[in-house]
T-cell receptor, first 113, second 110 residues
Framework: NAGVTQTPKFRVLKTGQSMTLLCAQD?????MYWYRQDPGMGLRLIHY???????AKGEVPDGYNVSRLKKQNFLLGLESAAPSQTSVYFC????????????FGQGTRLTVV | QQQVKQSPQSLIVQKGGIPIINCAYE??????FPWYQQFPGKGPALLIA?????SEKKEGRFTISFNKSAKQFSLHIMDSQPGDSATYFC?????????FGAGTRLTVKP
């Protein structure tokens, strides 16, 4: 049972390039989330999804887009990367919303130069 | 602006000590308060959680104390061990939005 798997684990992008981060979960969870973690800031919610085909904005959505075409996958896209998007990105999933445990992936370290 | 304020930023204790990490919030709509533990290179993992109608919850060596009127909650780690060295995050839920504190890096010296 793999849990939550993020791909890739590391990436270096040039300013203006685009990329997609993939999150896959095998626990049949309805809810999925994308967070970014920056020093001294904790984790901040970028976008989330409460089910297949639905997405919503979190606390810091600007510069990112997401899609949830399949229940098990949640994609995070950066259309035109900026140095301010250098961060560690975490995906999480839950069987439903609050009061249930959120399971996190191992993170993707992204550097934009 | 951080909706959940966490202190201290870092904490060093001796083995067997009782580190205490504090969090405060303003939004009274928050209604579920988990704590997460994160080791270097790993994602956060749920440690313990509490609802605001409970003043204390204990799981093993970890205890959450909750003061609803003061809008504060804290994590106590009894008989701390070097293996507890990690970063700890408090969090607060409102609907589908979980807000995290900035984190506390705990070091337990042997």
């Amino acid at each position: 049972n793999a849990g939550v798997t993020q791909t890739p684990k590391f990436r270096v992008l040039k300013t203006g390039q685009s990329m997609t981060l993939l999150c896959a979960q095998d626990m049949n969870h309805e809810y999925m989330y994308w967070y970014r973690q920056d020093p001294g800031m904790g984790l901040r919610l970028i976008h989330y999804s409460v089910g297949e085909g639905t997405t919503a904005k979190g606390e810091v959505p600007d510069g990112y887009n997401v899609s949830r075409l399949k229940k098990q996958n949640f994609l995070l896209g950066l259309e035109s990367a900026a140095p301010s998007q250098t961060s560690v990105y975490f995906c999480a999933s839950q069987v439903r919303g609050k009061n249930t445990e959120a399971f996190f992936g191992q993170g993707t370290r992204l550097t934009v130069v | 602006q951080q909706q959940v304020k966490q202190s201290p930023q870092s904490l060093i204790v001796q083995k067997g000590g009782i580190p205490i990490i504090n969090c405060a919030y303003e939004n009274t709509a928050f209604d579920y308060f988990p704590w997460y533990q994160q080791f270097p290179g790993k994602g956060p993992a749920l440690l313990i959680a509490i609802r605001p109608d409970v003043s204390e919850k204990k799981e093993g060596r970890f205890t959450i104390s909750f003061n609803k009127s003061a809008k504060q909650f804290s994590l106590h780690i009894m008989d701390s061990q070097p293996g507890d060295s990690a970063t700890y995050f408090c969090a607060a839920w409102n609907n589908n939005d979980m807000r995290f504190g900035a984190g506390t890096r705990l070091t337990v010296k042997p």
